[in-house]
């Protein structure tokens, strides 16, 4: 039994499990990991995780969470400019969950709905019969995520909760999505309609760091925010009729599989009218 197994699964486990979930420890943990006493960390990091540090705009890093948050030289990723694609907005594992009855994340034992994602019942109908895109960042992955989309954004809303990881064993046994702290802001488009994009911590992620939280007008490809430490995870929620997925990605999520993508990787394209 590995240590999140124990955790999330024995008696013992949860007890500790609360404490550690809590925002006071991610944050007490994010600020040691924004100290240059965790400059230490570093190299094991990169090692055990076999980052390309080819692709890294600098390598010098004051604390761990410079290298986690770090940022990629341009060349290291393309962005799709055709404005009948949409891309992804980080470097992730992308599941479609299409949005049945309500119905946004079946996994194994639990269900998560729309409605109490967003805490938006008027909003969460909007999407009904669409698709959810959760992009599931781990460790290794690029921390940094950009716009899907350009168009007029909303003002950010937070909804602030506990955190735990986002680990499959952990999605079996809590309803991480909505208990989880998150950020979301809906992108008025002119190709894809009316888009969430939604940003959730997991344990030990001290900070969702989107750059705007305004009003204001947003374009494909440029940078959205960061995560600080910790596996996280971007949901994408997408009107009926407006999006169609490429054929590979949707068949990978019907079986139950992700789909690993980049960084401004084209993963479908706008149903024409």
């Known amino acids: 039994m590995d240590t999140l197994e124990f955790l999330y ?8 499990l609360k404490p550690l979930s809590s925002r006071f420890v991610s944050k007490c943990a994010g600020k040691f990991l924004d100290s240059r006493f965790s400059h230490f960390l570093i190299s094991d990091f990169i090692a055990k995780n076999d980052l ?29 400019t055709s404005e009948e ?23 194994k034992q639990s269900q998560y709905t729309v409605k109490s994602l967003l805490r938006d019942e008027r909003l969460a109908d909007r999407y009904k019969d669409g698709y959810a895109l959760v992009y599931r960042l781990c460790v290794n992955h690029y921390h940094r995520y950009c716009y ?4 007029r954004k909303s003002r950010n809303r937070f909804i602030p909760g506990v955190l ?7 999605l079996m046994n809590r309803p991480v999505f909505s208990e989880n702290c998150r950020e979301y802001a809906c992108i008025k488009t002119k190709n894809f309609g009316i888009l969430t994009q939604m940003e959730v911590g997991a344990m030990l992620v001290g900070k969702i760091d989107n750059h705007a939280h305004g009003k ?18 971007i949901i994408v929620l997408v009107e009926k009729g407006k999006l169609r997925v490429d054929d590979g990605i949707l068949e990978a999520s019907r079986l139950g599989n ?16």
């Not at 699964?9 to 500790?16: A, D, K, L, Q, S």
């Not at 600098?58 to 604390?63: H, V």
């Not at 694609?85 to 996994?107: E, H, Q, R, W, Y």
């Open 52 to 80: 390309n540090t080819s692709e890294f705009d600098t390598m010098d890093f004051r604390c761990f969470n410079d290298c986690f948050s770090r940022k990629l030289k341009d060349s290291a990723r393309t962005i799709d």
């Open 216 to 233: 204001c007008f947003v374009r494909r490809g440029s940078e959205k925010g960061t995560f600080l430490y910790g596996g996280s995870t």
């Open 148 to 151: 899907v989309e350009s168009g």
């Open 9 to 16: 699964t024995t008696p013992v486990g949860r007890m500790i």
């Open 258 to 273: 992700e789909t690993p993508v980049l960084y401004g990787q084209r993963i479908g394209q706008r149903i024409s009218r």
């Open 164 to 170: 735990h990881t986002v680990r499959p064993i952990a």
């Open 85 to 107: 694609n949409m891309i992804s907005p980080c470097d992730g594992l992308l599941t479609v969950v299409s949005l049945k009855d309500g119905v946004a994340f079946p996994v």
